[in-house]
């Protein structure tokens, strides 16, 4: 604010309004006074246009001190009167306006912080305040238009932000300073109590018995109490120039000084002109002779490079004739390979019929054991026919003879008992024969169920160790996200600690590297699995250097690794630099090699693996049929000797192996997808696993029904045996009782004349059979034959294929070893090729040395110097003469230091006497501004209090008193006296002798005379008529009627609890009622509060 108030007094000539000043500097007020008696009349009625620039067209609020929402109140552009009673929010309006536009709470008098007009209960209030901004004096009015819409948002916790809109209501800044620039713009001081006076200030200023804050008071309106404090500010710091003059003459004398010192050594100091002329030609002398050897140099290069031309024909002409023979044998093996897949097509097509006839014959053998079977079945049933037949004729021949002596009753019952225990023998043996088929059954239930509980065991063991296995890894994993080498086993970090204490001790010549895995990276994730593929177990590996360092190494792992689990050792000289395999290496447009689809943190790495594993030489496709496209379909690329897919699977030229991998282990770069996926697997190896007990838990129940089962059908069946044994012997006891034998000989005749068509009939089918089986066997030997000679001619035929794969492996061997000649010598040639091209490099390297040192030494001296000595002694008697000229310079001083030295004291001396100067100017110059500008700041001062005693006696004139100001500058203190028109014209009295309303019409009365010598956009007042009476209240609304209609171009804000209905009706005046507090409502207890802090 200061920076404005002082450009408003400097700049005349600025396009704000000017304030109304007089131009008389009589040293005397007295004189002053009445000679400007006259002109405080036309002043008050002087007209103007109506405001264009910074006055309030609308204040709304929400939620601010005890009001849940007040307005939006529209504002006239001249006079506003806002009226209410006590409580309705007349002072929140006020309040919010020094808010609103960036003023502190404590300039309200009405909270000490932001967050205590935040109305109880709620977490924020909004104040929006719009701006007028139209005329030639408006603010970026392509930006905000006619109008300027601050808003202003405030915390609970007393933070506050604003939001800077245009008419249209789009946002045009957030910031402060742009609001800063605009009250700057219109001259809008909410902390100016003459442009918003609060019913504190007035009391506080107006009312107080001290004369000297008066005085503050009447300063502050007119902004001469900061320019006042600026201008103490600039003699300070004008002292603090002054001392640092003092101080810099000080240093200047000392400077000076120091000056002369070393000019006059500087002209003491003598030359060693002729040493170093001499020293000089030597230097021209040493330029050519460096020219003339490098010369010598170059020639036997030269040399060299034509010898070593004449050479490249051979190694052309042999590459020609390795080329030949790789044709030939390529030729050879093609030949040889068309006539082995002829051979093999041809065993191929023989196989079907083979596989054919191989099961005619199983058919036939089959349908002959049948047959002997079923023969050998019939020939048991007459057997068995026999013996019975036989039992038989024995058994009438005994009744016979035995008929006589039984009787016949006896007979007969002998007879029912024995039919009757032979109806049981045959229940007892068919039960037993049903028995024996469900004991067998059973059986075989219990042998099915015990392989199936056997199978379902030993998947069961093989999945837990599957699960323990994949946990075992999945804990690796999670260890290796804190410790990548940990995916390579949980032992590696430790191993590798000790095998860099050994490194320390000196154990090793050279650091083993390893695992290899943990060095290299590939780029594209998809081909992780591939690259893992191809390496297999050399991802765990590690290179020594040596063979010491390897016997060394395998005693350390040792202790971490078990027998049969330690990874391999490569020894391969290490070497800096990565192996140049360009003319050797694969180089495909559309798929990478193995080394160049990795990133291989160390050298030795990549050497190892392309010396172990020949990397350069691997492509890696993701698709398989491409890979098939590019390795069988067609001409595998040169120099590629196979290739792995995205799955991991290898192809070669003529082989395809699918991969063993599913997943890559120890490469993968996203840890926490492999981390996911094992973690999935885990899981449903789990469910496989309860699913599998499940099955395990029902076998074993259904393995217990069954030999239940069965040990109670055995139980049954060696009860029925029993009862068999007991039925036969009482069988065979009826049978032998001779005394009581009683059998029908006639159903015996029956039964064996029976039995003998049986055996007949048995007889018969055994002689069929036999004739069948015959003929079976036959046709067996008819099948068996045909199956071997088949064989025979697929022996033949392999027979034939045998030596052809010998000699096509003869042919690919030639063709490799062809390649591998034709390789060598190109290997020599590219060799022989790149040695001729260093040699060129170098040549040309020297030529271009010697180009530059002939540049260098025309730079010395233009003309050539045939020079006859050598480099050497030029050197040498070039050292003597410096140690010379040194000598002479350390018994006088060095030249060049004396010669800077005296330089840097110079321009030192003249540098600071510059400034010394210039700061004496800067002090002269600002001693003339700051004498000018005190004279113009104590005639404002003159003028400003002339103007406030003029307009003051002039309105208190208006109520027929008389009073006056008196301003004392010396002792900055202001008094007030009033004459009332009752009182004698020759008494003053002090304003505090005077009723409240006079007292209220004075203070009136002052404030306008501030008003009518400040500049701002709008004036608002609160309660200014609260202690007048009638009478005095009608003069004062006249008296501010007056003014305002003399200062159209200003906005007045008058706040009173009073109707204001008298008031004349014009276009002007706006008055703004508001509406009674609602019943209940609460007021804001700042005594409460305790919270002393500023607003932000």
Not at 135 to 142: N, Q, S, V
Not at 198 to 217: A, P, R
Not at 657 to 662: E, G, T
Not at 1056 to 1080: F, Y
Request: glycine letters at 4%; hydrophobic letters at 35%.
């Amino acid at each position: 604010m200061g920076k404005r108030k002082e450009e408003s007094i400097s700049k005349p000539g600025s396009h704000k309004r000017k304030r109304q000043e007089y131009a008389d500097e009589h040293s005397d007020e007295s004189n002053e006074e009445e000679n400007s008696q006259s002109s405080a009349d036309s002043n008050v009625s002087l007209l103007s246009t109506v405001g264009e620039v910074g006055i309030i067209e609308s204040i709304q609020l929400k939620n601010f001190m005890c009001h849940a929402m007040l307005g939006p109140f529209q504002f006239g552009s001249n006079l506003n009167f806002v009226v209410g009673n006590n409580g309705s929010g007349k002072s929140s309006v006020l309040t919010a306006l020094i808010v609103g536009l960036g003023g502190k709470a404590t300039a309200t008098n009405r909270g000490s912080s932001l967050k205590m007009f935040v109305r109880d209960g709620e977490t924020s209030a909004d104040i929006s305040i719009t701006l007028r901004n139209q005329g030639r004096d408006a603010f970026k009015p392509e930006v905000y238009g006619s109008s300027i819409i601050v808003n202003q948002h405030i915390n609970l916790d007393g933070s506050r932000s604003y939001r800077l809109k245009s008419k249209s209501g789009t946002l045009v800044s957030s910031k402060k300073e742009e609001l800063v620039g605009i009250l700057d713009h219109f001259n809008i001081q909410v902390d100016n109590p003459v442009s918003v006076l609060t019913q504190e200030m007035s009391k506080h200023f107006l009312q107080s018995k001290n004369e000297g804050d008066k005085y503050k008071f009447f300063m502050k309106a007119t902004q001469l109490e900061q320019m006042k404090e600026d201008y103490s500010s600039v003699m300070k710091t004008k002292d603090n120039t002054c001392i640092q003059i003092e101080q810099g003459v000080e240093r200047l004398q000392e400077l000076k000084v120091l000056y002369c010192e070393k000019k006059e050594r500087y002209k003491s100091i003598g030359f060693v002109n002729d040493m170093r002329n001499h020293l000089e030609d030597l230097k021209h002398k040493m330029a050519w002779a460096v020219v003339g050897e490098m010369e010598k140099e170059i020639q036997p290069i030269k040399e060299g490079i034509r010898a070593e031309e004449g050479n490249t024909e051979k190694f052309v002409q042999k590459l020609e004739e390795c080329r030949v023979k790789v044709n030939e044998a390529e030729e050879k093996y093609k030949a040889i390979q068309d006539k082995l897949i002829t051979v093999s097509e041809e065993a191929q097509a023989l196989h079907p019929q083979c596989i054919s006839l191989k099961a005619d014959v199983q058919a036939r053998r089959k349908a002959v054991n049948e047959a002997e079977v079923l023969y050998n079945r019939f020939k048991t049933e007459l057997k068995r026919l026999g013996k019975d037949d036989e039992q038989l004729h024995k058994r009438i021949e005994e009744l016979k003879s035995s008929a006589n002596q039984v009787s016949e009753p006896e007979k007969l019952e002998k007879q029912r008992k024995v039919a009757h225990l032979r109806e049981q023998l045959k229940a007892f043996h068919d039960e037993e024969i049903m028995i024996g088929q469900q004991v067998d059954q059973f059986q075989q239930a219990v042998y099915k169920c015990k392989e199936e509980h056997a199978r379902l065991r030993r998947e069961d063991c093989d999945a837990k160790q599957a699960v323990d296995a994949k946990q075992k890894q999945l804990r690796e994993l999670k260890d290796s996200k804190t410790n990548t080498l940990k995916r390579f086993g949980p032992h590696i970090p430790a191993f590798l600690e000790v095998v860099e204490t050994a490194y320390r001790q000196g154990r090793f010549k050279h650091k083993p590297i390893g695992p290899l895995g943990a060095f290299i990276h590939p780029k594209d994730a998809e081909l992780t699995l591939a690259v893992e593929a191809c390496l297999k177990s050399f991802v765990q590996a590690f290179c020594c250097d040596n063979h010491s360092d390897e016997r060394t190494l395998q005693l350390l792992m040792a202790k971490y690794y078990p027998h049969g689990f330690r990874p391999q050792i490569i020894v391969n000289k290490f070497q800096n630099k990565v192996y140049d395999v360009r003319h050797r290496g694969v180089h495909h447009l559309e798929f990478p090699s193995v080394l160049t689809a990795l990133e291989i943190d160390h050298p030795v790495v990549a050497n190892c693996l392309i010396d172990v594993r020949g990397i350069e030489t691997i492509l890696l496709i993701k698709s398989s049929r491409k890979a098939r496209e590019v390795m069988q379909f067609n001409q595998p690329p040169k120099n590629c000797r196979e290739a792995f897919t995205a799955e991991g699977d290898q192809v070669f030229e003529r082989r395809y192996y699918s991969s063993d991998y599913l997943r890559p282990k120890f490469l993968s770069k996203d840890v926490e997808a492999e981390i996911s996926h094992l973690e999935k697997e885990i899981e449903n190896k789990k469910t496989q696993m309860a699913a599998s007990q499940q099955r395990l838990y029902s076998i074993e129940n259904e393995i217990r029904q069954n030999e239940d089962h069965l040990h109670g059908h055995r139980r049954h069946q060696k009860e029925l045996q029993i009862k068999i044994r007991t039925t036969n012997a009482e069988i065979a006891d009826l049978e032998n009782m001779e005394e009581h034998q009683s059998v029908d000989i006639r159903t015996l005749e029956d039964e064996a004349e029976e039995n003998k068509s049986k055996m007949e009939s048995v007889k018969k089918d055994m002689q069929q059979q036999s004739i069948k089986m015959e003929e079976l066997k036959n046709i067996l030997q008819v099948a068996e034959k045909k199956l071997e000679e088949m064989k025979e001619k697929i022996h033949q035929v392999e027979e034939i294929a045998g030596p052809i794969k010998d000699e096509l492996n003869q042919a690919d061997s030639e063709v490799e070893n062809s390649k591998r000649r034709l390789q060598h010598y190109e290997e020599k040639q590219k060799e022989h090729l790149a040695c001729v091209k260093r040699h060129k490099e170098l040549l040309a390297a020297k030529e271009k040395q010697l180009d530059e040192k002939i540049a260098q030494a025309r730079q010395i001296y233009s003309e050539r110097i045939e020079v006859s000595r050598t480099v050497k002694s030029l050197d040498a008697e070039m050292n003597r003469l410096r140690e010379r000229i040194n000598s002479e310079n350390d018994r006088h001083g060095n030249r060049e230091e004396i010669v800077q030295q005296f330089h840097d004291a110079k321009e030192r001396y003249e540098d600071a006497n510059s400034k010394v100067k210039n700061l004496k100017k800067f002090i002269r110059l600002l001693e003339e501004i700051m004498t000018q500008r005190f004279k113009i700041y104590r005639q404002f001062l003159r003028l400003l209090s002339l103007r406030c005693k003029l307009y003051f006696d002039h309105l208190l004139r208006l109520r027929a008193c008389s009073g006056k100001i008196l301003f004392d500058h010396k002792n900055e203190t202001l008094s007030i006296t009033v004459q009332t028109r009752e009182e004698d014209k020759a008494a003053l009295n002090d304003v505090r002798s005077l009723s409240g309303g006079e007292r209220s019409f004075s203070t009136v009365c002052f404030v306008l005379s501030l008003w009518s010598i400040t500049e701002s956009p709008f004036r608002c007042l609160d309660e200014f008529d609260v202690y007048m009476d009638m009478v005095n209240r009608r003069i004062a609304m006249d008296m501010i009627l007056k003014v305002a209609d003399s200062q159209q171009h200003r906005q007045f804000i008058l706040l009173t609890p009073q109707s204001m209905s008298s008031l004349p009706t014009s276009s002007r005046i706006r008055i703004l009622r508001m509406q009674d507090p609602e019943r209940g409502q609460k007021t804001l207890n700042f005594q409460k509060r305790n919270d002393k802090e500023e607003d932000q």
